[in-house]
């Protein structure tokens, strides 16, 4: 599968979305095909992570977005539901880099050269697994926007 992000949630030379154009220029035709772009790409990943509550959120910000008829008013829904999808993102990968640093930590004991395995105390790995320090800079390398690279994510 080609990764929708790194189509629709890049900006072109003109600062635009690719969803944009579609936003812009409102024909039945161009509403079906963002309808099923943003479930695609929207929706069917917080059904996935099962994020019931702010699936819901997403559902009634995509909806207003199809449902309206003022071309200045889509785009701003669209870039709201855009931005709130941006933020839930940065979490979503916040938390799978906590999750993957804290299981390399417990698989190789507390010490750092790994070589000296002891009995883990699982909470204490987690504290003790780095996410404090890589997190923020990987969020900050990577771009996300309005992520706070001092903030523990």
Not at 29 to 36: F, G, M, S, Y
Not at 38 to 52: E, I, K, S
């Amino acid at each position: 599968k080609y990764p929708y992000n790194a189509l629709l949630g890049r900006k072109d030379a003109n600062d635009k979305f690719a969803m944009d154009y579609l936003v812009s220029n409102w024909t039945p035709e161009n509403k079906t095909l963002l309808q099923r772009a943003l479930q695609y790409w929207m929706l069917d990943p917080l059904v996935r992570w099962v994020a019931t509550s702010l699936m819901e959120s997403m559902q009634n910000k995509v909806q207003a977005t199809l449902g309206e008829d003022d071309k200045e008013r889509r785009s701003t829904l669209f870039h709201e539901a855009h931005s709130a999808f941006a933020k839930y993102e940065t979490v979503a990968a916040a938390s799978i880099l906590e999750m993957a640093l804290w299981k390399g930590k417990i698989e190789y004991g507390s010490s750092n050269n790994g070589v000296q395995r002891q009995t883990v105390d699982r909470e204490g790995c987690r504290c003790v697994c780095g996410s404090i320090v890589v997190i923020p800079q990987v969020i900050q390398f990577l771009g996300f926007a309005g992520s706070d690279p001092t903030r523990h994510y």
